[in-house]
């Protein structure tokens, strides 16, 4: 539902957005920044005022879809029809103020990211001019809220601290309400299991107590490896490791799936292989490698082993790979692919092979619509709040047609959740 504050200005900004939409063309930028002239009040970025208001989602339940924004200008192609809320991963410049005028004429949200050393949680002054930076930011930038992502180890014996994080989450919820109302959205991003991921031991359900939401991410599943077998290339966000982290969070420490976003990953990795074998027993055990041997597992495609890197105290981690955005991995796989697209079972996630200029053998693993709608379908299954996206920019709107209908695709599965 369009958001209409006034008839002039505002209908030819929310038209000019609508147009360089994934089903238009893109926007004239010309026309468009006419629009974005600031409004005689002079605290508001945007032509019509009203659009630097808070967006009130309204009374009754919202299906949350939370974007990521991470590159310039790519908001102008976003289906603003299926996002309600738009994180701002990057910098807040002249670019990100014209998005959030946009994005409230939609009546979706828009918020900034807050990150914080875990160092500086036993330093109340600290923690104090922290929050007052994010509360100054976000009233600066007309913002609905703030995404706390931290992303760093507290070990497990370490409680004072993980009370602090807790302590810092309520106190930031505090301050944005106090300044912004009742509606401003507050959230926290966690690991895609609540068991010391990462050796990330927060306190989750304290976090969730102190949050509109959870922000799980439910990707980089492979940042830890523990399982005694060679280290091998898998899947990023592999269904089943994707589902037990979700059920752990509900069942094992009690926090209601409506305080539950299921965040998905729109890029992949890219490993080197430094051995490849087709015996399959190699690459896998118990579970996966009778599933393996039934089939479940293309026979022409090769276990990809990989350079052993430690990371929080696993001996394999895709750390060994690099991250690639959706985009380069469809470009990838039509160009240079030696396998074709080839689907895993176990994991439910799609991969291929190629051969790189240097004759290094590469696996990317990766998620496509297919694979997403098997966990977009989770949210309505589990009745959780909704989905996040990591990110909305890593996909080619403006290229070829052929990639311009991928990116299409990758919004339109997002209708599972709607």
């Keep these: 539902m369009l958001r209409f504050y006034s008839f002039d200005k505002t209908l030819l900004l929310v038209l000019c957005c609508a147009c360089c ?51 310039r200008g790519w908001w102008r192609y976003y289906d603003w029809r299926k996002i309600t809320t738009v994180a701002v991963f990057r910098a807040w410049d002249d670019d990100a103020l014209s998005m959030m005028c946009c994005a409230h004429s939609y ?32 009233g600066k930038n007309c913002a609905d809220g703030i995404n706390i992502d931290v992303e760093q180890p507290i070990p497990q014996n370490h409680t004072t601290e993980s009370k602090l994080l807790v302590r ?17 959205q507050v959230t926290f991003d966690v690991a895609w299991s609540p068991d010391c991921v990462d050796r990330r031991c927060y306190d989750a359900k304290g976090l969730a107590d102190n949050t509109d939401f959870l922000v799980v991410m439910s990707y980089d599943e492979q940042g830890q490896i523990f399982s005694p077998r060679p280290c091998v290339a898998g899947a990023n966000s592999p269904w089943g490791q994707t589902l037990a982290g979700l059920v ?23 490993y080197v292989c430094v051995a490849q074998s087709n015996d399959e027993d190699q690459g896998y055990d118990g579970r996966e490698r009778q599933a393996a041997v039934s089939g479940g597992r293309n026979a022409t495609s ?47 996630s799609p991969h ?13 693993w990766y998620d496509d619509p297919p694979s997403l709608i098997l966990k977009y379908a989770l949210v309505q299954k589990l009745n959780l709040l909704g989905i996040a996206i990591w990110g909305t920019d890593f996909l080619d ?22």
């Design 248 to 270: 752990a969070y509900m069942t094992d420490y009690g926090i209601p799936a409506q305080k539950l976003v299921l965040g998905q990953p729109w890029y992949g990795y890219d």
């Design 168 to 184: 810092l989450v309520s106190d930031t919820r505090k301050a944005f309400r106090q300044e912004f109302g009742s509606k401003t």
């Design 302 to 348: 090769p276990v990809c082993h990989i350079t052993p890197e430690h990371y929080q105290g696993a001996y394999c981690s895709d750390a060994a790979g690099r991250q690639i955005e959706y985009h380069h991995v469809m470009k990838l796989l039509r160009i240079n692919s030696t396998t074709g697209r080839m689907w895993d079972v176990p994991s439910l």
């Design 397 to 418: 709107y403006n290229g070829t047609q052929q990639a311009q209908a991928e990116a299409k695709e990758m919004w339109d599965v997002l209708d599972v959740t709607l």
């Design 21 to 71: 939409g994934l089903h238009g063309s893109r926007i004239d930028l010309e026309e468009c920044s006419k629009l974005d002239e600031p409004s005689e009040r002079g605290d508001c970025p945007c032509a019509d005022p009203f659009l630097c208001d808070r967006v009130n989602p309204g009374p009754g339940p919202r299906q949350e879809v939370l974007g990521f924004s991470t590159h």
């Design 107 to 138: 009546g979706v949200r828009v918020v900034v990211v807050g990150f914080f050393d875990v160092a500086n949680l036993t330093k109340p002054a600290i923690r104090s001019a922290w929050i007052k930076e994010q509360v100054t930011l976000a």
């Design 352 to 364: 291929f092979d190629y051969v790189a200029q240097n004759g290094s053998r590469h696996q990317v």
